[in-house]
């Protein structure tokens, strides 16, 4: 079974400058994070494959899944555990061929047209959102808000990975929809205590996930 995990922590050096990729990886792993996504737009192919075989060798001690965002690439040549691509980047169906059916494919949606369009291309997650305004990517589709998110987990057979402006704030109203869990970017990485921050956000997703559980009989 593939380990998609409930908490991903999108790690990043461009919001804040104190941390590393690699520390902040390990500092969220340490904080309950289970899936370490490594998202970096600037700098060469040689140094993005060193950061990211340093990341995925930290990943797989700590037992946290390792994807790797848009670079196909990079995730071939660092063993990443998968790939997360948006809709404009490297097609899903081609990235599947490189990569295998073992490894973890996730896609980006905004629309339901999108989810649709990832889910028939054969996406194992989808990164839907943003739920919430966002400052952390300045691509970021038209606010969804938690009615459509639910609406949309409800719809669609993939676990459903939120994202977009959460925090510890509104994570359990956005896990209260029903997604499979939530990523998130500056209410971890831009923390004074990026450890903290994540152990904060897994407590609220454990405490939403236990309260969506069916009692045992």
């Known amino acids: 079974m593939k380990k998609i995990g409930r908490l991903h922590v999108l790690t990043d050096t461009t919001l804040q400058h ?52 848009d670079r196909i690439d990079v995730a071939i040549a660092a063993e990443a555990d998968g790939v997360h691509l948006g809709q404009n980047d490297f097609p ?8 295998g059916t073992d490894r973890i494919i996730g896609g980006s949606a905004a629309t339901p047209e999108e989810m649709e369009t990832c889910i028939r291309e054969g996406a194992d997650y989808v990164g839907f959102g943003p739920v919430y305004p966002t400052g952390s990517k300045d691509d970021a589709g038209p606010v969804s808000g938690i009615d459509r998110l639910k609406r949309i987990v409800q719809s669609t057979p993939v676990p459903v990975i939120a994202i977009g402006g959460i925090d510890q704030n509104n994570a359990s109203h956005v896990m209260g929809a029903g997604t499979h869990g939530i990523a998130v970017i500056s209410s971890v990485c831009c923390r004074d205590d990026p450890q903290k921050a994540a152990r904060d956000l897994y407590h609220v997703i454990e405490a939403a996930s236990a309260e969506q559980s069916p009692p045992l009989e």
Do not use: Y
Request: glycine share 6%.
């Open 92 to 99: 899903i169906p081609l990235a599947r061929k490189l990569l």
């Open 18 to 69: 104190r941390f590393t990729h690699l520390e902040l990886t390990e500092m969220a792993i340490d904080g309950g994070t289970q899936t370490i996504q490594f998202r970096q737009k600037k700098g060469s192919t040689r140094e993005l494959i060193k950061t990211a075989t340093a990341m995925k060798r930290l990943c797989a001690s700590k037992g946290a899944t390792f994807i790797v965002n």
